[in-house]
């Protein structure tokens, strides 16, 4: 056979395997290369919805098209947010208005497949943007109901890097075929030779150009990603770390989340995730309270009783996603509060008895025995019946919010008229005022009613009118003002005394917490009033504080009681 001839069938034979495989393989990259493309741009779109998921749990109604603005600014990439029914809630492309006048979206494929509880996945033109999109949607859950969750992109990207492989395979197409024709003159296994090497070059080649996609949103989808891991891993290092037993649930109350502490106090652990509370902790008061509790509800905190004598303190946190529950044991702080109240409450009764005998006499050698003794034994005596009297008052007292602790001093809620209840007042009131030189002066609505219990509010009343007769200097005043407000009422005690400095305000009502150590030497008080006061006030569901007077320039006393109407 001919060179020419020779080289003729070997130029033939190389176009023919070139155009063979050129072609061969420029098909099968480019349908490889799309795929690819494809997946990665769906893999994308799946991590911008499932972001979108886990930001969806926080997130109230009136903020999800801004949420769907904000990730898909961020990702270059459409968001939107479907409810039940189909309308969209939420798109990063459109504003409030254009919202409200799409039509609904459950007809969509890639919709109509994640209503059904799987992913959609769909290629087609929008009918609102009027170009061809990637559309991917997943389903979750919202409010109780399966929303949708849907991210697209354009797919134009997609067919830019489709139309460069193309022109990279064209110009590898014709640099083999030029190879292919310098070699046709070569000799059969040189020809060979090079053409073999030519189209593994040519292969190489191909290979080597695809065009890379951009990386840009993909880093910071990734970056946000592994922000939101560190962050999860964070707050379950700081879910674990606590004493106190969690448990998070969702709008079903079904238990999203549980840490360790819950395991030893509630029996609940991990195997739990995913079973209703209900079942988990089979409690009446935590199926009332929880069942009657909504987002808008404030934090309640009770006490329950659980199975082998455990209490606890439930703090209950309505949240967007669901509900908090921190459970605190209380049993041990219970038992020794009891320990307490009960060692408080015998060794006052113990006391009792050698105060009043000591007391008695020494009231018997002022009166009798040592009337013409010397002035120095009367002062002596005289000290030892101020000291039995003051301890006879501080037993007295401890005795009373011992009583009141342990729920031992019932309290009976009556409709009250308080003009006769400061007319009770009045006579020792006058007498305490006249002592101390303090005038003493009261300002009440007539007919003004209030639901309290007759003895508590008289105890209440007498404690915070002598604290302010005692403490407010010769030539003062006290003034006590009732006034009605919405459905409580509210009694103030106004004094023209030093006042009560703001960082002693929060304390002030605790036992034996003194502002003035020596002014309280001074005026013979216990330190017990104003507890008692806190307590019997709580007792008759109303609250008491102090503040500064803008009336007579010192303290004010203040508690509110409901009204009758209330």
Not at 116 to 135: F, I, K, P, V, W
Not at 247 to 275: E, F, Y
Not at 292 to 299: F, I, P
Request: with cysteine; hydrophobic share 45%; net charge negative.
């Amino acid at each position: 056979m001919s060179r020419t001839h020779l080289a003729t069938r070997l130029f033939l034979l190389s176009l023919g395997l070139l155009l063979a495989l050129g072609l061969g393989w420029g098909i099968a990259l480019d349908r490889s290369l799309k795929a690819r493309l494809l997946k990665a741009e769906d893999t994308r779109l799946q991590e911008q919805a499932q972001l979108v998921q886990l930001l969806l749990v926080d997130t109230p109604d009136a903020g999800l098209d801004a949420l769907a603005d904000l990730v898909g600014a961020a990702s270059d990439t459409r968001l939107s947010i479907i409810d039940q029914d189909g309308w969209v809630r939420g798109d990063s492309e459109l504003d409030a208005p254009a919202l409200q006048q799409l039509d609904r979206h459950d007809t969509r494929p890639e919709v109509a497949q994640a209503l059904a509880g799987e992913r959609g996945l769909s290629s087609r033109t929008s009918d609102t943007l009027n170009q061809d999109m990637r559309y991917l949607a997943l389903p979750t859950e919202h409010s109780g109901q399966r929303w949708v969750v849907r991210s697209a992109a354009p797919l134009d990207a997609i067919d830019s890097a489709l139309s460069a492989q193309r022109r990279t395979l064209a110009f590898s197409g014709l640099s083999a075929l030029a190879v292919a024709l310098f070699m046709s003159g070569l000799a059969s296994w040189q020809a060979s030779l090079l053409l073999e090497q030519a189209l593994v070059r040519t292969h190489e080649r191909s290979l080597d150009t695809r065009p890379q996609p951009d990386e840009d949103a993909a880093e910071a989808l990734e970056t946000a990603i592994t922000a939101l891991s560190a962050e999860r891993d964070r707050f379950r290092a700081v879910l674990e770390g606590l004493d106190v037993a969690v448990i998070a649930l969702d709008h079903g109350h079904i238990i999203r989340v549980v840490n360790s502490a819950a395991g030893p106090l509630l029996r609940v652990d991990q195997s739990k995730l995913g079973q209703s509370i209900f079942e988990a902790i089979p409690l009446p008061q935590l199926r009332e309270l929880l069942e009657d509790t909504d987002e808008d509800d404030e934090v309640e905190v009770i006490e329950i009783a659980l199975p082998g004598a455990t209490t606890v303190q439930l703090r209950m946190t309505p949240a967007p996603g669901g509900t908090v529950l921190l459970f605190q044991d209380l049993t041990r702080l219970r038992r020794l509060e009891n320990l307490r109240r009960d060692f408080v409450s015998n060794v006052s009764h113990e006391l009792r008895t050698p105060i009043a005998i000591i007391r008695a006499n020494a009231e018997t050698l002022l009166d009798e025995a040592i009337d013409d003794g010397p002035e120095p034994t009367r002062m002596l005596v005289g000290a030892v019946l101020r000291s039995s009297e003051r301890l006879s008052a501080l037993i007295s007292d401890l005795l009373e919010i011992s009583r009141i602790e342990a729920g031992k001093m019932p309290v009976r809620l009556e409709v009250l008229d308080l003009t006769q209840i400061l007319h009770r007042l009045e006579e020792p009131m006058e007498e305490l005022a006249q002592k101390e030189q303090v005038g003493l002066s009261c300002r009440v609505p007539p007919d003004l009613q209030v639901l309290a219990d007759p003895k508590a509010l008289q105890t209440v009343l007498s404690n915070l009118v002598t604290n302010g007769l005692k403490y407010t200097p010769s030539g003062g005043a006290v003034q006590i003002i009732a006034t009605l407000q919405d459905d409580m009422v509210r009694l103030e005690v106004h004094d023209s005394g030093p006042g009560v400095a703001i960082e002693h305000r929060e304390r002030i009502f605790e036992r034996f917490y003194r502002v003035d150590k020596g002014r309280s030497r001074e005026v013979g008080g216990t330190g017990l009033g104003l507890a008692i006061v806190k307590h019997m006030v709580r007792a008759m569901n109303g609250q008491v504080g102090v503040g500064e007077s803008t009336v007579l320039g010192g303290a004010v006393f203040w508690l509110e009681l409901p009204s009758v109407s209330s």
